[in-house]
Protein backbone atom coordinates (compact mmCIF):
# COMPACT_ATOMS: atom_id res chain seq x y z
CA UNK A 1 0.00 0.00 0.00
CA UNK A 2 2.81 2.03 1.10
CA UNK A 3 4.80 1.24 -2.01
CA UNK A 4 1.92 2.35 -4.13
CA UNK A 5 1.39 5.62 -2.92
CA UNK A 6 5.30 6.23 -3.34
CA UNK A 7 4.69 4.96 -6.82
CA UNK A 8 2.03 7.12 -7.60
CA UNK A 9 3.47 10.25 -5.78
CA UNK A 10 6.91 9.44 -8.38
CA UNK A 11 4.79 9.11 -11.02
CA UNK A 12 2.73 12.55 -10.51
CA UNK A 13 6.22 14.28 -10.04
CA UNK A 14 8.23 13.04 -13.24
CA UNK A 15 4.92 14.25 -15.22
CA UNK A 16 5.27 17.11 -13.32
CA UNK A 17 8.37 18.26 -14.15
CA UNK A 18 8.06 17.26 -17.42
CA UNK A 19 5.74 19.57 -18.00
CA UNK A 20 7.51 22.38 -15.72
CA UNK A 21 10.74 21.47 -18.65
CA UNK A 22 8.32 21.32 -21.56
CA UNK A 23 6.81 25.08 -19.98
CA UNK A 24 10.54 26.79 -19.97
CA UNK A 25 11.64 25.20 -23.25
CA UNK A 26 8.23 26.37 -25.03
CA UNK A 27 8.35 29.65 -23.79
CA UNK A 28 11.88 30.33 -25.09
CA UNK A 29 11.07 28.18 -28.41
CA UNK A 30 7.90 30.43 -28.77
CA UNK A 31 9.97 33.39 -28.21
CA UNK A 32 12.63 32.08 -30.75
CA UNK A 33 9.53 31.85 -33.60
CA UNK A 34 7.89 35.04 -32.94
CA UNK A 35 11.36 36.50 -33.43
CA UNK A 36 12.52 34.13 -36.43
CA UNK A 37 9.35 35.48 -38.32
CA UNK A 38 9.33 39.15 -37.40
CA UNK A 39 10.98 40.43 -40.60
CA UNK A 40 8.01 41.91 -42.95
CA UNK A 41 10.42 43.50 -45.14
CA UNK A 42 11.29 40.97 -47.17
CA UNK A 43 10.22 40.04 -50.51
CA UNK A 44 8.46 37.04 -51.95
CA UNK A 45 8.29 35.56 -55.15
CA UNK A 46 5.00 36.12 -57.29
CA UNK A 47 2.26 34.95 -56.34
CA UNK A 48 2.83 34.49 -52.90
CA UNK A 49 0.21 34.78 -50.28
CA UNK A 50 -0.01 37.75 -47.74
CA UNK A 51 2.96 37.59 -45.19
CA UNK A 52 1.40 35.89 -42.27
CA UNK A 53 -0.58 33.25 -44.51
CA UNK A 54 2.56 32.75 -46.71
CA UNK A 55 4.22 31.68 -43.54
CA UNK A 56 1.60 29.39 -42.62
CA UNK A 57 1.34 27.83 -45.90
CA UNK A 58 5.24 27.45 -47.40
CA UNK A 59 6.61 24.20 -46.43
CA UNK A 60 10.27 25.36 -47.61
CA UNK A 61 10.60 22.88 -50.00
CA UNK A 62 12.73 25.29 -52.48
CA UNK A 63 11.44 24.02 -55.45
CA UNK A 64 9.97 27.22 -56.62
CA UNK A 65 13.76 28.36 -56.58
CA UNK A 66 15.01 25.29 -58.10
CA UNK A 67 12.37 26.57 -61.03
CA UNK A 68 13.61 30.04 -61.50
CA UNK A 69 15.53 30.32 -64.63
CA UNK A 70 17.83 33.25 -63.60
CA UNK A 71 18.21 32.39 -59.90
CA UNK A 72 16.39 35.39 -58.26
CA UNK A 73 15.04 33.31 -55.72
CA UNK A 74 16.86 32.43 -52.53
CA UNK A 75 15.89 30.03 -50.34
CA UNK A 76 16.62 31.51 -46.47
CA UNK A 77 19.76 30.00 -44.78
CA UNK A 78 20.13 30.33 -40.82
CA UNK A 79 21.63 33.82 -40.63
CA UNK A 80 19.75 35.38 -43.40
CA UNK A 81 17.30 37.34 -40.91
CA UNK A 82 14.40 35.69 -43.02
CA UNK A 83 12.25 32.76 -41.57
CA UNK A 84 14.62 29.83 -42.69
CA UNK A 85 13.77 28.09 -45.83
CA UNK A 86 11.50 30.12 -46.97
CA UNK A 87 11.92 31.51 -50.59
CA UNK A 88 12.47 35.60 -51.24
CA UNK A 89 14.21 37.80 -53.81
CA UNK A 90 17.43 40.77 -53.47
CA UNK A 91 15.99 43.00 -56.93
CA UNK A 92 19.51 44.93 -56.40
CA UNK A 93 21.19 41.33 -56.62
CA UNK A 94 18.94 39.48 -59.07
CA UNK A 95 15.41 41.24 -59.50
CA UNK A 96 12.19 38.96 -61.06
CA UNK A 97 12.71 38.87 -64.54
CA UNK A 98 8.70 38.33 -64.88
CA UNK A 99 8.98 34.99 -67.14
CA UNK A 100 5.73 34.92 -68.51
CA UNK A 101 5.44 31.23 -67.94
CA UNK A 102 6.05 32.21 -64.41
CA UNK A 103 7.81 28.34 -63.90
CA UNK A 104 8.43 29.08 -59.91
CA UNK A 105 4.24 29.48 -58.96
CA UNK A 106 2.84 25.65 -60.53
CA UNK A 107 5.63 23.75 -58.69
CA UNK A 108 4.53 25.07 -55.55
CA UNK A 109 2.96 21.59 -53.75
CA UNK A 110 1.19 23.37 -50.91
CA UNK A 111 -0.28 26.82 -52.45
CA UNK A 112 1.78 29.39 -50.56
CA UNK A 113 2.28 30.61 -54.08
CA UNK A 114 -1.19 31.11 -55.38
CA UNK A 115 -1.56 30.12 -59.18
CA UNK A 116 -4.97 31.87 -58.90
CA UNK A 117 -3.56 35.40 -58.24
CA UNK A 118 -1.15 35.88 -61.35
CA UNK A 119 -4.40 33.91 -63.82
CA UNK A 120 -6.33 36.10 -66.12
CA UNK A 121 -9.19 34.11 -67.94
CA UNK A 122 -7.39 30.98 -67.33
CA UNK A 123 -4.14 31.79 -68.47
CA UNK A 124 -0.81 32.87 -66.02
CA UNK A 125 -0.25 36.58 -66.36
CA UNK A 126 2.71 37.69 -64.61
CA UNK A 127 1.60 40.93 -64.91
CA UNK A 128 -0.76 40.99 -62.20
CA UNK A 129 2.02 39.89 -59.87
CA UNK A 130 2.06 41.55 -56.55
CA UNK A 131 5.85 41.22 -54.83
CA UNK A 132 5.77 44.62 -54.06
CA UNK A 133 6.32 48.50 -54.44
CA UNK A 134 8.50 50.40 -55.94
CA UNK A 135 9.15 53.74 -54.15
CA UNK A 136 11.61 56.61 -55.11
CA UNK A 137 13.63 58.74 -52.81
CA UNK A 138 13.00 62.01 -54.38
CA UNK A 139 16.11 63.19 -52.35
CA UNK A 140 18.81 60.65 -53.91
CA UNK A 141 17.17 60.41 -57.53
CA UNK A 142 19.45 62.15 -59.50
CA UNK A 143 16.46 62.89 -61.98
CA UNK A 144 15.08 65.09 -59.74
CA UNK A 145 17.97 66.96 -59.56
CA UNK A 146 17.74 67.76 -63.34
CA UNK A 147 20.10 65.12 -64.22
CA UNK A 148 18.67 63.41 -67.22
CA UNK A 149 18.48 59.38 -66.21
CA UNK A 150 15.94 56.84 -67.29
CA UNK A 151 17.73 53.77 -66.44
CA UNK A 152 14.83 52.87 -63.96
CA UNK A 153 12.08 53.74 -66.46
CA UNK A 154 13.60 52.03 -69.55
CA UNK A 155 14.59 49.01 -67.22
CA UNK A 156 10.98 48.96 -66.31
CA UNK A 157 8.75 45.65 -68.46
CA UNK A 158 5.59 47.65 -67.88
CA UNK A 159 7.18 50.58 -69.09
CA UNK A 160 4.78 53.65 -69.36
CA UNK A 161 2.39 52.64 -66.80
CA UNK A 162 4.73 51.00 -63.80
CA UNK A 163 7.22 53.65 -64.04
CA UNK A 164 6.03 56.98 -66.56
CA UNK A 165 7.94 60.32 -67.02
CA UNK A 166 6.56 62.92 -65.49
CA UNK A 167 7.75 66.28 -67.42
CA UNK A 168 8.67 69.20 -65.32
CA UNK A 169 10.34 72.83 -65.97
CA UNK A 170 13.85 73.26 -64.25
CA UNK A 171 13.70 76.68 -62.84
CA UNK A 172 17.40 76.61 -62.01
CA UNK A 173 18.78 76.54 -65.46
CA UNK A 174 15.79 78.10 -67.21
CA UNK A 175 15.94 75.82 -70.59
CA UNK A 176 16.26 72.08 -69.39
CA UNK A 177 13.35 70.00 -68.34
CA UNK A 178 13.10 67.62 -65.50
CA UNK A 179 12.18 63.80 -66.54
CA UNK A 180 11.08 62.94 -63.21
CA UNK A 181 10.16 58.70 -62.54
CA UNK A 182 6.78 58.20 -61.14
CA UNK A 183 5.70 54.71 -60.31
CA UNK A 184 1.83 54.29 -60.80
CA UNK A 185 1.29 51.41 -57.86
CA UNK A 186 -2.11 50.36 -59.68
CA UNK A 187 0.84 48.77 -62.74
CA UNK A 188 3.93 47.97 -60.20
CA UNK A 189 4.34 44.41 -59.59
CA UNK A 190 7.26 45.18 -57.51
CA UNK A 191 9.82 42.50 -59.69
CA UNK A 192 12.67 45.24 -58.79
CA UNK A 193 14.07 45.39 -62.50
CA UNK A 194 14.12 49.11 -61.59
CA UNK A 195 16.10 48.74 -58.36
CA UNK A 196 19.07 46.52 -60.17
CA UNK A 197 19.33 49.25 -62.79
CA UNK A 198 19.23 52.71 -60.93
CA UNK A 199 22.52 54.06 -61.21
CA UNK A 200 23.05 55.89 -57.83
CA UNK A 201 25.25 54.13 -55.36
CA UNK A 202 22.68 52.66 -53.32
CA UNK A 203 19.39 52.93 -55.05
CA UNK A 204 17.16 55.61 -54.72
CA UNK A 205 14.33 53.70 -56.29
CA UNK A 206 14.14 50.73 -54.12
CA UNK A 207 11.03 47.71 -53.54
CA UNK A 208 9.17 47.06 -50.77
CA UNK A 209 6.47 45.25 -49.60
CA UNK A 210 2.88 46.61 -50.49
CA UNK A 211 1.67 47.02 -46.90
CA UNK A 212 4.94 48.90 -45.85
CA UNK A 213 4.75 51.96 -48.31
CA UNK A 214 0.95 52.15 -48.86
CA UNK A 215 -1.59 54.99 -46.65
CA UNK A 216 -5.03 53.77 -46.80
CA UNK A 217 -7.56 56.69 -46.68
CA UNK A 218 -10.38 55.29 -44.63
CA UNK A 219 -13.80 54.74 -45.82
CA UNK A 220 -15.12 58.63 -44.55
CA UNK A 221 -13.21 60.93 -47.98
CA UNK A 222 -15.32 60.82 -51.22
CA UNK A 223 -13.84 61.72 -54.37
CA UNK A 224 -16.82 64.33 -55.19
CA UNK A 225 -15.32 64.36 -59.15
CA UNK A 226 -15.21 60.19 -59.27
CA UNK A 227 -18.92 59.61 -60.30
CA UNK A 228 -18.30 55.73 -59.49
CA UNK A 229 -17.43 57.12 -55.93
CA UNK A 230 -19.91 59.02 -55.65
CA UNK A 231 -22.46 56.30 -55.23
CA UNK A 232 -21.00 55.12 -51.98
CA UNK A 233 -22.94 57.81 -50.64
CA UNK A 234 -26.59 56.45 -52.09
CA UNK A 235 -26.88 55.01 -49.20
CA UNK A 236 -25.24 56.89 -46.95
CA UNK A 237 -27.47 57.81 -43.63
CA UNK A 238 -26.80 60.88 -41.63
CA UNK A 239 -25.45 60.38 -38.64
CA UNK A 240 -25.48 63.33 -35.83
CA UNK A 241 -23.50 62.77 -32.21
CA UNK A 242 -24.74 64.75 -29.49
CA UNK A 243 -22.65 65.57 -26.75
CA UNK A 244 -22.68 67.32 -23.51
CA UNK A 245 -21.12 70.40 -25.50
CA UNK A 246 -22.50 70.34 -28.67
CA UNK A 247 -26.32 71.01 -27.14
CA UNK A 248 -25.54 74.10 -26.96
CA UNK A 249 -25.37 76.92 -29.93
CA UNK A 250 -21.11 77.16 -30.68
CA UNK A 251 -21.45 80.89 -30.04
CA UNK A 252 -22.70 79.95 -26.58
CA UNK A 253 -19.70 78.22 -25.93
CA UNK A 254 -17.59 80.72 -27.22
CA UNK A 255 -18.89 83.43 -24.91
CA UNK A 256 -18.88 81.28 -22.17
CA UNK A 257 -15.96 82.58 -19.94
CA UNK A 258 -16.30 79.92 -17.04
CA UNK A 259 -13.74 78.43 -15.28
CA UNK A 260 -11.39 80.96 -17.32
CA UNK A 261 -11.47 84.38 -15.18
CA UNK A 262 -11.81 84.77 -11.51
CA UNK A 263 -14.20 85.77 -9.95
CA UNK B 1 34.86 -7.68 -43.69
CA UNK B 2 32.49 -6.36 -46.05
CA UNK B 3 29.31 -8.36 -44.57
CA UNK B 4 30.32 -6.83 -41.34
CA UNK B 5 28.97 -3.30 -43.12
CA UNK B 6 26.60 -4.38 -45.45
CA UNK B 7 23.92 -2.44 -44.47
CA UNK B 8 25.16 0.69 -43.31
CA UNK B 9 27.03 0.72 -46.93
CA UNK B 10 23.55 0.51 -48.39
CA UNK B 11 22.09 2.37 -46.04
CA UNK B 12 25.35 4.99 -46.94
CA UNK B 13 24.36 4.85 -50.47
CA UNK B 14 20.54 5.69 -50.02
CA UNK B 15 21.30 8.54 -47.82
CA UNK B 16 23.84 9.90 -50.24
CA UNK B 17 22.34 9.69 -53.30
CA UNK B 18 18.68 11.00 -52.27
CA UNK B 19 20.59 13.78 -51.23
CA UNK B 20 22.56 13.48 -54.59
CA UNK B 21 19.24 13.29 -56.45
CA UNK B 22 18.27 16.79 -54.67
CA UNK B 23 21.21 18.60 -55.25
CA UNK B 24 21.30 18.01 -58.86
CA UNK B 25 17.80 18.87 -59.06
CA UNK B 26 18.69 22.46 -57.78
CA UNK B 27 21.86 22.86 -59.46
CA UNK B 28 21.47 20.66 -62.65
CA UNK B 29 17.88 21.13 -63.08
CA UNK B 30 17.64 16.95 -62.77
CA UNK B 31 13.94 16.41 -62.70
CA UNK B 32 14.00 12.85 -60.89
CA UNK B 33 13.52 13.99 -57.59
CA UNK B 34 12.96 17.46 -56.94
CA UNK B 35 12.59 19.78 -53.72
CA UNK B 36 13.95 18.49 -50.37
CA UNK B 37 13.05 15.88 -47.56
CA UNK B 38 10.01 18.36 -46.33
CA UNK B 39 8.29 18.27 -49.71
CA UNK B 40 9.58 16.82 -52.59
CA UNK B 41 8.33 15.76 -56.00
CA UNK B 42 9.38 11.86 -57.28
CA UNK B 43 9.89 12.08 -61.43
CA UNK B 44 7.60 15.23 -62.10
CA UNK B 45 4.58 13.62 -60.78
CA UNK B 46 4.55 11.84 -57.37
CA UNK B 47 4.27 14.34 -54.28
CA UNK B 48 5.85 13.07 -51.63
CA UNK B 49 5.82 15.48 -48.03
CA UNK B 50 6.86 15.68 -44.52
CA UNK B 51 3.56 14.30 -42.68
CA UNK B 52 4.69 16.07 -39.52
CA UNK B 53 5.38 19.23 -40.99
CA UNK B 54 2.00 18.96 -42.87
CA UNK B 55 0.52 17.90 -39.67
CA UNK B 56 2.28 21.48 -37.95
CA UNK B 57 1.26 23.64 -40.69
CA UNK B 58 -2.77 22.29 -39.93
CA UNK B 59 -2.47 22.97 -36.66
CA UNK B 60 -0.92 26.28 -37.49
CA UNK B 61 -4.25 27.07 -39.24
CA UNK B 62 -2.78 26.84 -42.97
CA UNK B 63 -4.90 25.70 -45.98
CA UNK B 64 -3.34 22.56 -46.51
CA UNK B 65 -2.93 21.74 -50.47
CA UNK B 66 -4.22 18.57 -52.12
CA UNK B 67 -0.62 17.57 -53.05
CA UNK B 68 0.50 18.10 -49.50
CA UNK B 69 -2.51 15.48 -48.33
CA UNK B 70 -1.31 13.31 -50.93
CA UNK B 71 2.15 13.18 -50.70
CA UNK B 72 2.17 12.88 -47.21
CA UNK B 73 -0.06 9.79 -47.28
CA UNK B 74 1.97 8.24 -49.59
CA UNK B 75 4.81 8.67 -47.36
CA UNK B 76 2.64 7.43 -44.11
CA UNK B 77 1.52 4.55 -46.27
CA UNK B 78 5.12 3.63 -46.97
CA UNK B 79 6.63 3.66 -43.77
CA UNK B 80 3.23 1.85 -41.55
CA UNK B 81 3.17 -0.61 -44.50
CA UNK B 82 6.97 -1.35 -45.01
CA UNK B 83 9.46 0.32 -43.16
CA UNK B 84 8.87 1.61 -39.78
CA UNK B 85 11.01 4.13 -39.01
CA UNK B 86 13.60 3.18 -41.55
CA UNK B 87 13.31 7.56 -42.39
CA UNK B 88 15.98 8.14 -39.88
CA UNK B 89 18.47 5.47 -40.81
CA UNK B 90 17.94 5.27 -44.67
CA UNK B 91 17.53 8.90 -45.49
CA UNK B 92 17.63 11.35 -42.89
CA UNK B 93 21.61 12.78 -43.45
CA UNK B 94 21.40 13.87 -39.79
CA UNK B 95 21.90 9.90 -38.89
CA UNK B 96 25.30 10.09 -40.41
CA UNK B 97 26.33 13.12 -38.00
CA UNK B 98 25.02 11.17 -34.59
CA UNK B 99 26.06 8.01 -36.55
CA UNK B 100 29.78 9.46 -36.36
CA UNK B 101 29.69 10.89 -32.97
CA UNK B 102 28.02 7.52 -31.28
CA UNK B 103 31.09 5.85 -33.66
CA UNK B 104 33.91 8.63 -31.82
CA UNK B 105 32.17 7.70 -28.01
CA UNK B 106 32.73 4.04 -28.67
CA UNK B 107 36.47 4.58 -29.76
CA UNK B 108 37.04 7.19 -26.93
CA UNK B 109 34.93 4.74 -24.32
CA UNK B 110 32.50 7.71 -23.04
CA UNK B 111 30.10 5.14 -22.93
CA UNK B 112 31.74 3.76 -19.80
CA UNK B 113 32.08 6.79 -18.32
CA UNK B 114 28.78 8.09 -18.68
CA UNK B 115 26.40 5.22 -17.94
CA UNK B 116 23.44 7.38 -16.38
CA UNK B 117 21.72 9.05 -19.43
CA UNK B 118 20.28 12.25 -18.06
CA UNK B 119 17.19 12.64 -20.86
CA UNK B 120 14.01 10.12 -21.52
CA UNK B 121 13.46 8.47 -24.91
CA UNK B 122 9.96 9.87 -24.30
CA UNK B 123 11.63 13.62 -24.54
CA UNK B 124 10.59 13.29 -28.91
CA UNK B 125 7.08 12.76 -27.85
CA UNK B 126 7.26 16.13 -25.37
CA UNK B 127 8.65 17.79 -28.56
CA UNK B 128 5.63 16.74 -30.87
CA UNK B 129 3.18 18.12 -27.92
CA UNK B 130 5.07 21.44 -27.44
CA UNK B 131 5.44 21.91 -31.31
CA UNK B 132 2.14 21.78 -32.03
CA UNK B 133 0.86 23.76 -29.09
CA UNK B 134 3.47 26.39 -30.12
CA UNK B 135 2.12 25.89 -34.02
CA UNK B 136 -1.43 26.73 -33.34
CA UNK B 137 -0.44 29.40 -30.57
CA UNK B 138 2.25 31.03 -33.12
CA UNK B 139 0.32 30.34 -36.35
CA UNK B 140 3.49 29.26 -37.79
CA UNK B 141 4.84 25.32 -38.10
CA UNK B 142 7.05 25.68 -34.94
CA UNK B 143 9.26 22.91 -35.53
CA UNK B 144 10.49 23.65 -39.06
CA UNK B 145 11.68 26.53 -37.75
CA UNK B 146 14.49 25.65 -35.86
CA UNK B 147 14.49 22.04 -37.03
CA UNK B 148 18.21 21.28 -36.88
CA UNK B 149 17.34 18.48 -39.63
CA UNK B 150 15.64 20.46 -42.27
CA UNK B 151 18.94 23.14 -41.68
CA UNK B 152 21.24 19.75 -42.43
CA UNK B 153 19.03 19.13 -45.36
CA UNK B 154 18.15 22.38 -46.89
CA UNK B 155 21.52 23.52 -46.76
CA UNK B 156 23.36 20.62 -48.13
CA UNK B 157 20.78 21.85 -51.35
CA UNK B 158 19.98 25.04 -51.42
CA UNK B 159 23.46 26.43 -49.30
CA UNK B 160 24.32 25.97 -45.79
CA UNK B 161 24.09 29.44 -43.97
CA UNK B 162 24.88 28.79 -40.71
CA UNK B 163 23.35 25.92 -40.56
CA UNK B 164 27.06 24.27 -40.25
CA UNK B 165 26.24 25.34 -36.17
CA UNK B 166 23.16 23.29 -35.55
CA UNK B 167 25.00 20.31 -37.33
CA UNK B 168 28.01 21.26 -35.05
CA UNK B 169 25.61 21.27 -31.77
CA UNK B 170 23.88 17.97 -32.66
CA UNK B 171 27.19 16.58 -32.95
CA UNK B 172 28.39 17.30 -29.84
CA UNK B 173 25.10 16.87 -27.91
CA UNK B 174 25.47 13.49 -29.20
CA UNK B 175 29.21 13.24 -28.71
CA UNK B 176 29.27 14.17 -25.16
CA UNK B 177 25.78 14.90 -23.43
CA UNK B 178 23.60 12.31 -24.41
CA UNK B 179 24.69 8.76 -26.42
CA UNK B 180 22.00 8.82 -29.25
CA UNK B 181 20.80 12.11 -28.05
CA UNK B 182 18.99 13.74 -30.81
CA UNK B 183 18.40 10.66 -32.84
CA UNK B 184 17.18 8.76 -29.88
CA UNK B 185 15.64 10.76 -27.03
CA UNK B 186 14.79 14.88 -28.67
CA UNK B 187 13.81 14.67 -32.60
CA UNK B 188 10.42 15.08 -32.94
CA UNK B 189 10.26 13.71 -36.67
CA UNK B 190 11.53 10.43 -35.55
CA UNK B 191 8.95 10.62 -32.78
CA UNK B 192 6.65 10.80 -35.82
CA UNK B 193 7.56 8.02 -37.99
CA UNK B 194 7.96 5.72 -34.65
CA UNK B 195 4.23 5.80 -34.46
CA UNK B 196 3.51 5.94 -37.66
CA UNK B 197 5.55 2.96 -38.02
CA UNK B 198 3.85 1.10 -35.48
CA UNK B 199 2.69 -1.89 -37.48
CA UNK B 200 5.09 -2.39 -40.15
CA UNK B 201 5.89 -5.03 -41.87
CA UNK B 202 9.64 -5.17 -41.49
CA UNK B 203 11.19 -6.35 -38.47
CA UNK B 204 14.44 -7.57 -37.16
CA UNK B 205 13.98 -10.84 -35.16
CA UNK B 206 16.06 -12.80 -32.56
CA UNK B 207 16.95 -16.11 -31.91
CA UNK B 208 17.81 -16.62 -28.77
CA UNK B 209 19.01 -20.33 -28.92
CA UNK B 210 21.24 -19.05 -31.36
CA UNK B 211 22.50 -16.02 -28.81
CA UNK B 212 25.57 -16.11 -26.89
CA UNK B 213 24.87 -12.93 -24.88
CA UNK B 214 28.36 -11.03 -26.58
CA UNK B 215 26.00 -7.85 -26.22
CA UNK B 216 27.81 -6.21 -29.55
CA UNK B 217 23.75 -5.46 -30.53
CA UNK B 218 23.51 -3.81 -27.55
CA UNK B 219 26.28 -1.94 -27.61
CA UNK B 220 25.58 -0.30 -31.27
CA UNK B 221 21.82 0.37 -31.24
CA UNK B 222 21.19 3.32 -31.08
CA UNK B 223 17.92 2.90 -29.23
CA UNK B 224 18.73 0.01 -27.54
CA UNK B 225 15.45 -0.42 -25.29
CA UNK B 226 13.82 -2.07 -28.38
CA UNK B 227 16.36 -4.97 -27.76
CA UNK B 228 15.35 -6.15 -24.22
CA UNK B 229 14.48 -9.44 -25.59
CA UNK B 230 18.37 -10.32 -26.21
CA UNK B 231 19.44 -13.95 -24.65
CA UNK B 232 15.90 -13.81 -22.97
CA UNK B 233 13.37 -14.70 -25.78
CA UNK B 234 12.94 -15.60 -29.32
CA UNK B 235 11.10 -12.34 -30.26
CA UNK B 236 10.84 -9.46 -33.35
CA UNK B 237 11.54 -5.79 -32.00
CA UNK B 238 8.36 -4.73 -32.19
CA UNK B 239 9.22 -1.75 -30.86
CA UNK B 240 8.79 1.23 -33.78
CA UNK B 241 11.48 3.30 -32.32
CA UNK B 242 13.57 0.34 -33.81
CA UNK B 243 14.85 2.14 -36.89
CA UNK B 244 15.72 -0.79 -39.00
CA UNK B 245 19.48 0.46 -39.76
CA UNK B 246 20.24 -3.01 -39.22
CA UNK B 247 23.35 -2.30 -37.33
CA UNK B 248 22.44 -4.83 -34.70
CA UNK B 249 21.72 -7.92 -37.61
CA UNK B 250 25.98 -7.21 -39.02
CA UNK B 251 27.11 -7.00 -35.72
CA UNK B 252 25.82 -10.16 -34.65
CA UNK B 253 28.30 -13.24 -34.97
CA UNK B 254 26.12 -15.78 -33.79
CA UNK B 255 22.95 -15.07 -36.50
CA UNK B 256 20.70 -14.76 -33.72
CA UNK B 257 19.50 -11.58 -35.11
CA UNK B 258 17.68 -11.10 -39.05
CA UNK B 259 15.09 -9.52 -40.80
CA UNK B 260 12.03 -10.87 -41.29
CA UNK B 261 8.46 -9.61 -42.73
CA UNK B 262 5.78 -9.85 -39.69
CA UNK B 263 2.88 -12.59 -39.57
CA UNK B 264 -0.02 -11.08 -38.67
CA UNK B 265 -2.09 -13.93 -39.77
CA UNK B 266 -0.39 -16.33 -37.27
CA UNK B 267 -0.81 -13.54 -34.44
CA UNK B 268 0.90 -15.64 -31.52
CA UNK B 269 3.99 -14.49 -32.06
CA UNK B 270 3.52 -10.55 -32.34
CA UNK B 271 1.12 -10.21 -29.20
CA UNK B 272 3.48 -12.06 -26.95
CA UNK B 273 6.30 -9.77 -28.07
CA UNK B 274 3.74 -6.84 -27.37
CA UNK B 275 2.72 -8.31 -23.87
CA UNK B 276 6.52 -8.35 -23.26
CA UNK B 277 7.08 -4.87 -24.36
CA UNK B 278 4.66 -3.12 -22.27
CA UNK B 279 5.46 -5.19 -19.16
CA UNK B 280 9.08 -4.11 -19.54
Not at chain 2, 59 to 87: C, E, H, N, P, Q
Not at chain 2, 135 to 161: D, K, N, Q, Y
Not at chain 2, 237 to 262: G, K, M, Q
Request: hydrophobic fraction near 40%.
Amino acid sequence: MKEESQDRRKFILSMARGVGIAAFGGMIWSAYVDEATANRLVLRPPGALKEDEFLKTCIKCGMCAEACPFDTLIISKPGDNVAVGTPYFVPRDIPCYMCTDIPCVPVCPSGALDEKSVTTNGELDINIADMGLAIVDTKNCIAFWGIQCDACYRACPLLDKAIYLEYDKNDRTGKHAFLKPIVNPDYCTGCGLCEHACVTKKPAIMVRPRELVMGEVGTHYVKGWDKKDETRLEDAKEIHTVTERSKRDALDNLNDMGGLLDD
Amino acid sequence: MIKKYRYLILRRITQISIMVLYIGANVWGWKILMGNLSSSNLLGSVPLSDPYAVLQMFVAGAVISTDLIVGALIVIAFYAIFGGRAFCSWVCPVNIVTDTANYLRRKLRINQVAKKVPLSRNTRYWVIGISLIISAMMGVAAFEIISPVAMTHRGLIFGMGFGWAAILSIFFFDLFVVKNGWCGHVCPIGGTYSLIGKFSLFRVKHDSEACTNCRKCIEVCPENQVLFMINKESLPVTSAECTNCARCIEVCNDDALFFHIRNYVQKNETKQGEINETSN
